[in-house]
C-alpha cells in the first residue's frame, strides 16, 4: 500500500547504528565507517521491504545549534556524553548517502528531530494512508493516533516492535494522548528532563489511570498520601517546566511541501560514491552498483582480444617485448602447481584492454604449442626492466617456476597491497577487492563453470569465454594496482610493499614448491602408539570418573567434572551450558584428578588426528612430499601463516610433539636438516625500541636473559635463580611483549593476581626503558590511531575509539605487541629474502623447506653444510643492525630438531 508517509528519526538510528556496529569497521584509509554502515543496512530493509514508489519518507536530524528547550533550561542534556570523534567524523556523509537511498534529509536550526517529525506528522496526516514513524524515544508516541503509528528499536538496527494505540494502552495503561502529562512527571535522564522529584514510571502511572491528567491530580492532592502530596508540591515548579520541555513542537515552518518527500527510489549514482568512499563491498553489490564486463562492452569502454592465429601471436610477442608493464594471469587444470597444466595465459597492459593466450584448450580451433609460448615466456618475463602485477601472484610464480620460467621479482600483487592497507581484514580475494576498490562485478570462477556446465576443468571451457572471464581478471588486476599503490603511497606502505613482500613472493614460491619429506612409517608407528596410550588413559578416566562417558562431549564431561564431582563450575556459555575447554580444565586442574588425565588424553588425540593420521594424507603423489601453502596475508602483525598443514602449530614444547618434528627428515641419503633459529628475537626488538640500558647490556654481554629478569623479579642475584624461577622469568617477559595484564599472568602462573601485580611492577622498575616505551607507544597510538613497525608495516587500531573497557585493553595489546612482533616478521621475512639471494648466488642445492615463527629449516646435502650454516648465520644476523646484536641458533640433524 502507497501513500504513505515514512519519518525516520535520523539522530537516533545514526547514534544506533554506531554502537551496534564493530567501530573496528574502517576503510583503507583507517577512517572509520561503523555507523554509516548500521545506518544503510537499516535503511536498505526499509527500502527493500516496506517502502514503494508512492510513499513519502523524511530522515530529520538533529543540528548543533541551541533549540528553545536549550533556552528554557541550560541544563538540558547537559548530562549527555559528548559525541565520539569517530561518530563525527561520519556525520558529513550522512545527507548524501539518505538522499541516495531516495530519502529526504531535513535538518533545521533550532528544532530537533523530534520536533521536525512531530511537525511533519502533524502537517501531512491527513493528506496520507498512514504516518510510520521510526525511532527509539518514548517522546514520539506521544504522536500516535488512528493515523500514526511508531516502529521502536527492539535489538540491533532492524529489529522493531510496532506501537499503536492498542499497544501504548497495553504497555503503559492509558493511551498516547496521556503519554505526555506521564513524561512530565517521571522526567528523562538521556535528556536531563527533571520529572517530579521522587515520582516513579509506577507510581504516575497509576496516578493517571486514578486521576487522568497531571490537572486533576494537582486538583484533587489532598486525596492523596502526605508523602506523595509534599513530592508533588515541591516538585511543581519542576513538573511545569519539565511539561514544557517534553511538548513537541508541531508547528514549526519545515519549509518542504509533501511532494517534496515523494519515495521514487534510490539514486545509484549518490548511493555509489559513499559506498565506495567508505568501501561497502556488500552493499555496492547488494544495490548492483557496479559495471560489469557486459556493461563495459555495451559502452565500448572494454577492449579484450583472444588471440587466434600465429600472426596475432607474432604482433603480440612483439607488444609485450616492448611493455616495461604487464599485468598477468594464467589458468590452469589445477591448484597444485605440481599437478597443473597451463590453459592458457591473460595480459593487460592498459586498463579495460587485454589479451589471451590459449595454450591447453581441448576444442580451441587455433593455439601455439605450449612449449614455444614458455620458452618465449622464459626470454620476456625474466627481463629486468620489466613490471609484473597481478593478484595472488605467488601462484603464477609458482606455476611458471614448474615450467621453468624464473621471472623478475613482482612489482605489484593486488591482494598483499590490500592487505597491508588493512591487515586485519579477511577478504582479500579478488571478487571483493574489485567491488570494494573499483565498484566493478567480476564474473566468479563458479559462474563461468555453471553457465559453461563443465565442472572446473578449465581446458574444456571454450577459448571465446575463457578470454572473457581471464583477460577480465588481469584487467581488474591492473585497475586495482593503480588504486591501491597510491593508497599504499599515501599511508607510506609502499617500501613495505616493494622491500619486503614483493621481493618475498619468489621466494615463498620456491618454499611451497619445496615441500617437506615426512617418514611416513615412522607417523604410522607412532599413530600405533598413542592409540594404545590413549586407550589406557581412557580406562583411567573411566576409574576416576566412576562411569563411562565420551571424552569429547562438552556436555557429557560437564555432567562429570561439575553434576557428579561437583568441581568448581566456570562461567557458562552463551548457549547457557558449561565450558570444558582447555583454559578451564587448566584453571581447575588441581581440583580433582581427573582434569590432569583428561588433559593429557585431549593433548594425545589432538595429535594424533591433527598431525599423525592427517600428515599422511596431504602426501603429494608426484613428489611424495607435503607442500603447506605459506600465507602473507594471513596475520595482524606481518608473520605469515601457512596451511595444509598448519606448520606453524607443530608441537615443539614436549616430547610427544618433538616426536612429530622428528618426522620431517631429507628425502634424499647424505642429506641434512639444518635449522637457523632467531634467538630471542622480539626481546631483542624491545629492547632496541625501547632503548632500556639494562636490556641492551645484558643482550650485548650475551647475558640469560630470563634468568636476569628473574632475578629482578625476586629481588636475588643471578645465581641463585632456579629454573623454576627462570620458567617464570621467562613467561614475564614474553607477558610483556604480548601486552599480558597482571590477571592474565597469574592465570597463567596460577598465583594470586596481587603478586603478579607485583612482579610487573619489579619488572618495570628494573628495565624503566620498556616502561616508559610501552606508555609512549600506547599514547601514540591513542593520538594517530595506528602503530608501525620499525619497517614502516602499520596496523590500525579502531579499539581506542569506544568507551568499552575490554575493547580498549585489547588495543593496548596489539599496540604494544604489533610493532615487536611486526619488526621481527619483518626481519624474518628480510633474511629469508637475503638467504634466498646467497644460496642462489652461491650455487648451491640445498633448499628451504619450512619457515615456522622464528625458524628456517633447510634441507642440505652434507657436503654444503658448512656454507649453508655460514649463509644463514649472515642472512639472518647481518640483515639488519640493532642497538643489539641479532644472534641465530644454528643445528644440524638427520631430521628436524
Known amino acids: 500500500m502507497a501513500n504513505r508517509l515514512f519519518l525516520f528519526d535520523g539522530t537516533a538510528i545514526v547514534y544506533r547504528a554506531y554502537f551496534a556496529i564493530d567501530v573496528s569497521l574502517t576503510n583503507s584509509k583507517g577512517e572509520p565507517t561503523n555507523a554509516l554502515f548500521g545506518t544503510a543496512r537499516m535503511l536498505a ?13 523524511l530522515f530529520a536530524f538533529d543540528r548543533k545549534e541551541a533549540t528553545h528547550r536549550h533556552k528554557m533550561f541550560d541544563e538540558y542534556k547537559a548530562t549527555r556524553k559528548e559525541m565520539p570523534d569517530a561518530l563525527v567524523s561520519q556525520l558529513p556523509w550522512i545527507p548524501e548517502m539518505v538522499e541516495g537511498f531516495g530519502i529526504k534529509f531535513l535538518s533545521i536550526p533550532g528544532l530537533e528531530a523530534d520536533d521536525i517529525i512531530a511537525t511533519a506528522a502533524t502537517k501531512f496526516k491527513d493528506r496520507v494512508n498512514e504516518v510510520i514513524i521510526v525511532s527509539g524515544d518514548k517522546d514520539i508516541l506521544q504522536l500516535i493516533d488512528d493515523g500514526v503509528k511508531v516502529l521502536r528499536f527492539v535489538t540491533g538496527l532492524t529489529d522493531f516492535q510496532e506501537y499503536d494505540e492498542k499497544k501504548v494502552v497495553e ?26 522529584k521522587g515520582i516513579g514510571e509506577k507510581t504516575a502511572k497509576d496516578l493517571l489511570k486514578k486521576y487522568g491528567s497531571i490537572e486533576n491530580i494537582y486538583s484533587n492532592i489532598r486525596q492523596l498520601s502526605p508523602a506523595l502530596r509534599r513530592k508533588l508540591v515541591d516538585g511543581k515548579q519542576s513538573m511545569e517546566l519539565s511539561k514544557k520541555l517534553i511538548k513537541l513542537v508541531v508547528d514549526a515552518d519545515l519549509k518542504v511541501s509533501l511532494d517534496e518527500l515523494k519515495y521514487t527510489g534510490p539514486d545509484k549514482e549518490k548511493l555509489r560514491e559513499v559506498f565506495m568512499n567508505m568501501e561497502f563491498a556488500s552493499l555496492i553489490k547488494e544495490f548492483g552498483l557496479y559495471s560489469n564486463a557486459m556493461e563495459e562492452r555495451k559502452n565500448g569502454e572494454q577492449e579484450y582480444k583472444l588471440i587466434s592465429s600465429d600472426e596475432e601471436l607474432r604482433t603480440f610477442w612483439e607488444m609485450l617485448r616492448k611493455s616495461s608493464f604487464v599485468s598477468i594471469d594464467f589458468e590452469t587444470t589445477s591448484l597444485d602447481p605440481h599437478q597443473a597444466e597451463i590453459v592458457g595465459i591473460s595480459f593487460s597492459f592498459e586498463e579495460g584492454k587485454g589479451y589471451y593466450l590459449p595454450v591447453g584448450h581441448e576444442n580451441a580451433e587455433w593455439q601455439p604449442e605450449r612449449e614455444t609460448v614458455i620458452s618465449t615466456l622464459k626470454e620476456i618475463l625474466t627481463h629486468p626492466g620489466l613490471k609484473i602485477v597481478g593478484q595472488n601472484l605467488k601462484f603464477d610464480y609458482e606455476i611458471m617456476k614448474k615450467h621453468g620460467i624464473n621471472p623478475v621479482v613482482p612489482h605489484f600483487d593486488t591482494m598483499v597491497g590490500a592487505y597491508l592497507l588493512n591487515p586485519d581484514s579477511k577478504r582479500f580475494n579478488l571478487d571483493d577487492l574489485a567491488l570494494k576498490y573499483l565498484g566493478y562485478r567480476t564474473q566468479s570462477f563458479e559462474e563461468l563453470m555453471k553457465i559453461n556446465r563443465l565442472g572446473d576443468d578449465f581446458s574444456k571451457i571454450p577459448p571465446v569465454e575463457a578470454a572473457r572471464y581471464s583477460i577480465e581478471d588481469a584487467d581488474i588486476a591492473l585497475r586495482l594496482y593503480r588504486v591501491l599503490s597510491t593508497k599504499l603511497y599515501e599511508t607510506g606502505l609502499d617500501r613495505v ?17 619445496n615441500g617437506i619429506y615426512i617418514d611416513a612409517d615412522r607417523l604410522y608407528e607412532l599413530s600405533k602408539q598413542y592409540q594404545k596410550k590413549l586407550d589406557i588413559l581412557l580406562s583411567e578416566l573411566f576409574e576416576l570418573a566412576g562411569e563411562n562417558f565420551n571424552p569429547n562431549s562438552p556436555s557429557q564431561v560437564a555432567k562429570i567434572l561439575f553434576g557428579k564431582l561437583g568441581l568448581t563450575p566456570p562461567k557458562k556459555t552463551k548457549q547457557g551450558a558449561y565450558s ?7 584453571s581447575i586442574a588441581d581440583e580433582h584428578p581427573v582434569v590432569e588425565k583428561l588433559l593429557e588424553y585431549r593433548k594425545y588425540q589432538k595429535l594424533k588426528s591433527t598431525y599423525l593420521d592427517t600428515l599422511p ?29 598448519n606448520v606453524q602449530n607443530l608441537p615443539i614444547k614436549d616430547e610427544a610433539g618433538k616426536e612429530i618434528r622428528r618426522c620431517i627428515v631429507p628425502q634424499r641419503k647424505g642429506w641434512k636438516i639444518v635449522s637457523a633459529d632467531y634467538s630471542q628475537i622480539e626481546l631483542r626488538v624491545l629492547a632496541h625500541c625501547s632503548g632500556d640500558e639494562q636490556l641492551i647490556e645484558a643482550f650485548k654481554h650475551e647475558e640469560d636473559i630470563h634468568a636476569l629478569t628473574a632475578s629482578r623479579l625476586y629481588g636475588i642475584t643471578v645465581d641463585s635463580v632456579t629454573e623454576e624461577m627462570r620458567k617464570v622469568g621467562k613467561m614475564v617477559n614474553f607477558a610483556i611483549i604480548y601486552g599480558v595484564s597482571s590477571y592474565g599472568l597469574a592465570r597463567r602462573l596460577k598465583i594470586p593476581s596481587k603478586i603478579a601485580e607485583n612482579m610487573i611492577s619489579n619488572y618495570f622498575n628494573a628495565y624503566p626503558g620498556v616502561r616508559k616505551y610501552i606508555h609512549e607507544t600506547i599514547e601514540g597510538a591513542k593520538a594517530k590511531g595506528y602503530v608501525t613497525t620499525l619497517f614502516g608495516r602499520r596496523r590500525e587500531i579502531p579499539h581506542f575509539r569506544t568507551k568499552n573497557k575490554t575493547r580498549i585493553q585489547e588495543g593496548e595489546r596489539i599496540a604494544i605487541n604489533t610493532p615487536i612482533q611486526g619488526t621481527a616478521a619483518d626481519i624474518m621475512k628480510l633474511a629469508m629474502i637475503r638467504v634466498d639471494e646467497l644460496v642462489k648466488e652461491a650455487g648451491l642445492k640445498g633448499f628451504a623447506i619450512l619457515q615456522v ?27 639488519l643492525e640493532l642497538r643489539v646484536p641479532l644472534k641465530v641458533d644454528i643445528s644440524v640433524a638427520n631430521y628436524w630438531a
Open 853 to 879: 615463527h622464528d625458524e628456517l629449516v633447510f634441507e642440505v646435502p652434507e657436503t654444503e653444510v658448512k656454507k649453508i650454516c655460514d649463509i644463514l648465520h649472515k642472512g639472518m644476523t647481518e640483515i
Open 617 to 645: 594424507k596431504l602426501i603429494n603423489p608426484i613428489t611424495g612430499r607435503i607442500h603447506a601453502s605459506f600465507h602473507q596475508t594471513g596475520t595482524g602483525t606481518g608473520r605469515l601463516s601457512s596451511s595444509n598443514p
Open 45 to 57: 530493509k526499509f527500502i527493500k521491504e516496506k517502502m514503494q514508489d508512492g510513499d513519502y519518507a
Open 171 to 196: 504497555v503503559f495503561g492509558f493511551p498516547p494522548s496521556k503519554l505526555h502529562d506521564y513524561l512530565t512527571l517521571v522526567g528523562d535522564n538521556s535528556d536531563n528532563i527533571p520529572g517530579v
Open 497 to 513: 610493499m616493494e622491500d619486503i613482500e614483493m621481493k618475498l613472493i619468489p621466494v615463498l614460491a620456491d618454499l611451497e614448491l
Open 580 to 586: 570444558t575447554s582447555a583454559q578451564v580444565l587448566e
